[in-house]
C-alpha cells in the first residue's frame, strides 16, 4: 500500500513568544540553565507577557499546551484546573474545516473541568513480532484439540473387543470419551502465598534483608574489581 | 579540507547532498520533555541532514525540528489513521525512510523518547537499510523508562526489574517475578493494535487484571505513571491497588509500575560457594 502523504504537523502558532521561548529553552543549553536559575528574569528578558508566565509557572500543561498550541489557554485555565490530570479524552468535533478539539476529563466528574491536551500519539510496541508467537493454530490447537487426542486413545478398542464385552462397557466410555476443553479453565483467584512484606509506596526502597541462613546476593557481590596482579606496561621512567 | 566521516558529517557544514549521492540514515530520540531532554548530537545531526522525518508529540518538539532544518523537517504523523493497524502504519514510515535513503539524502529520523524504545520503525529502518548497503545508526535518547526511574525513585540495580509491553505481557504468557519490580508498558492500548484518536478499546483490559492476580495480591498497590512533557510541569503518579485497576480511567500515554510484592529469596548455596572461591580469584 502506497503511504499516504505525511502531514506538516500542527504548526500554526508557531511564532506565539512563549512557543519560540521553549524552543529556545530546548536547543539553547544557556537559557536553559538562566530559566533553572532565575526564571522569572529569564521569561521577562525573553519578553514574554505576565499571562503567559503564569501559564508557563502554574505547572499546567493542559493550560501550557492550550497557549502554545494557539489555543484558548490561558492563566485563568492554569489557576482553575488541577496541576495534572490527564485521564478520559474527549473528542468534540470542530467547525467545518477546522480540526476536531479533544478534550479531557479528571477523575471527579465534572467539577475537575475540562482540559485541552494534545494528541498523544501511542508508543510503538512489538506487537509486530508478538503476535505470530500467539497463533492459536501454531500452538494450541494441536496441542490439546479433545478429537486429536481423545478419538484415537479411545475409539480403537471398539474395533478389538469382544462384541460381549461391550455390554459391560459404559457407554460413555464407548460413545462420550471424557471431553477435552480446548483452553485451560481460566484461573481468577490462585492462592497468594501470605504477603510477608509489602513494598513501600515508591519513595525508597528497604535495605536488602540478608537473612543469616538466606542471605540476599546483591548483584554486587558477584563483582569483584579486576586484581592487580600483572603490569603490561612498566611505569614510565619518571625523573632523571 | 577535512575529510567527512562515515555519515557524511562534514566540519565545513556543507549538507550531504551536496558532497554525495551515497544516503545514509541515523536515528535520534528528542526525549520525552522536549526542553530538557533534547541531546546535543540530537540536535547536530537534525541540522547536518538534507531530511528530517519525525513523530513527535507536542508542539515544541515539532518547532525544534523545524527551528533546526526548515527546508528538511516532514511530519510523518499524517501516516496514522483511525482505526488502522498500527503496524500498517509503521510499515509505511519505514517505506518513506528507506524512500529518502535511497535518493540519497543524509536522513535523519526523530521519535520522542529514546528511538530505540517502543518504536519499531527505527529498528526496522536501521536493519534494512544496513541490508541493502548504507549506513545507518541509532543514538540513544531519554525514555520514558529513565524518566519513570528517576521520579518514582526506582533502582533497578537494587531489585531488579521486569519490563514488558502490556499486551505482550498476558497475550505471549510471560513470567513475573513477584519479588522484583515490574514495568507494564502502554497499558493504556492494552489489547488495541490499531491506532484510535479518541481512546483505545480496552475491553481486554479485565483479562491483565486477573492475569497479575496470579502473582500479586488484589490490595497490592500499583502505580499509574505519566511523565511530565513540559517544563515546571510534575508527573502523573497514582497508586491504585491492583483490585482497583479497572475502575481508573486509562490514557494511552500511562505505563504502570508495580512493585515488588514479596521478599527476595536468597539461594544460600551459592552464596556459600561463592563466598569459597572469591579468595581463590584474589589471590
Known amino acids: ?240 | 579540507m577535512r575529510e567527512d566521516d562515515a555519515y557524511g558529517t562534514a566540519a565545513d557544514g556543507r549538507s550531504g547532498s551536496d558532497r554525495d549521492a551515497k544516503g545514509s540514515l541515523v536515528v535520534v530520540g528528542t526525549g520525552i520533555r522536549t526542553v530538557g531532554h533534547l541531546t546535543l548530537e540530537a540536535i547536530a545531526w537534525m541540522k547536518k541532514a538534507d531530511k528530517v522525518l519525525y513523530v513527535v508529540g507536542d508542539p515544541i518538539a515539532e518547532d525544534v525540528i523545524a527551528d533546526l532544518n526548515p527546508e528538511g523537517a516532514e511530519s510523518l504523523s499524517g501516516m496514522y489513521g483511525e482505526g488502522k493497524p498500527r503496524l500498517q502504519t509503521y510499515n509505511e514510515m519505514v517505506e518513506r525512510i528507506l524512500e529518502c535513503v535511497r535518493a540519497g539524502m543524509l536522513t535523519c529520523v526523530a521519535c520522542y523518547g529514546h528511538p530505540g524504545v517502543f518504536v519499531h520503525p527505527s529498528h526496522e529502518s536501521i536493519r534494512r537499510a544496513r541490508a541493502e548497503g548504507y549506513e545507518a545508526r541509532m543514538l540513544p535518547g531519554i525514555s520514558s523508562e529513565d524518566c519513570l526511574f528517576a521520579d518514582l525513585g526506582v533502582d533497578p540495580g537494587m531489585l531488579g526489574c521486569q519490563s514488558y509491553e502490556a499486551t505482550d505481557f498476558f497475550a505471549n504468557g510471560r513470567k513475573i517475578d513477584p519479588t522484583s519490580s515490574v514495568i507494564l508498558w502502554q497499558i493504556g492500548v492494552v489489547g488495541d493494535a490499531t491506532f484510535k484518536q479518541n481512546g483505545y478499546d480496552l475491553s481486554a483490559f479485565p483479562l491483565l487484571i486477573e492475569r497479575l492476580l496470579e502473582y500479586y495480591p488484589p490490595t497490592h498497590v500499583v502505580y499509574l505513571y505519566q511523565a511530565a512533557v513540559f517544563p515546571g510541569c510534575e508527573p502523573v503518579i497514582w497508586p491504585v491497588p491492583l483490585q482497583s485497576l479497572g475502575q481508573v480511567p486509562l490514557s494511552a500515554g500511562f505505563t504502570l509500575y508495580i512493585p515488588p510484592a514479596y521478599p527476595t529469596a536468597g539461594d544460600p548455596v551459592t552464596y556459600y560457594r561463592m563466598q569459597a572461591l572469591a579468595p581463590q580469584s584474589l589471590a
Open chain 1, 1 to 240: 500500500m502506497a503511504p499516504e502523504k505525511p502531514s506538516e504537523g500542527s504548526r500554526e502558532g508557531s511564532d506565539h513568544p512563549l512557543r519560540r521561548y521553549l524552543v529556545k529553552l530546548a536547543t539553547d543549553p544557556g537559557e536553559l540553565g538562566r530559566f533553572i536559575k532565575d526564571p522569572e528574569k529569564s521569561m521577562e528578558s525573553a519578553g514574554l507577557s505576565d499571562e503567559e508566565q503564569a501559564i508557563l509557572k502554574s505547572g499546567n500543561p493542559a493550560a501550557i499546551y492550550g497557549r502554545v498550541a494557539g489555543g484558548p489557554g490561558g492563566a485563568r485555565e492554569a489557576y482553575s484546573t488541577p496541576p495534572v490530570t490527564v485521564l478520559v479524552v474527549d473528542v468534540h468535533p470542530g467547525p467545518e474545516g477546522e480540526p476536531e478539539t479533544l478534550l479531557v476529563r479528571g477523575p471527579g466528574g465534572p467539577g475537575y473541568g475540562y482540559q485541552e491536551v494534545h494528541p498523544m500519539y501511542p508508543q510503538i510496541h512489538p506487537q509486530q513480532v508478538s503476535y505470530p508467537q500467539i497463533h492459536p493454530q501454531q500452538v494450541s490447537y494441536p496441542q490439546i484439540h479433545p478429537q486429536q487426542v481423545s478419538y484415537p486413545q479411545i475409539h480403537p478398542q471398539l474395533y478389538h473387543l469382544h462384541p460381549q464385552l461391550l455390554y459391560h462397557l459404559h457407554p460413555q466410555l464407548v460413545y462420550q470419551p471424557p471431553m477435552i476443553h480446548p483452553y485451560p479453565p481460566p484461573v481468577i483467584h490462585p492462592y497468594h502465598p501470605p504477603m510477608v512484606y509489602h513494598h513501600p509506596p515508591m519513595v525508597y526502597h528497604h535495605p536488602p534483608v540478608i537473612h543469616p541462613y538466606h542471605p540476599l546476593v546483591h548483584p554486587q557481590l558477584v563483582y569483584h574489581h579486576p586484581p592487580m596482579i600483572y603490569h603490561p606496561h612498566p611505569p614510565p621512567p619518571y625523573g632523571g
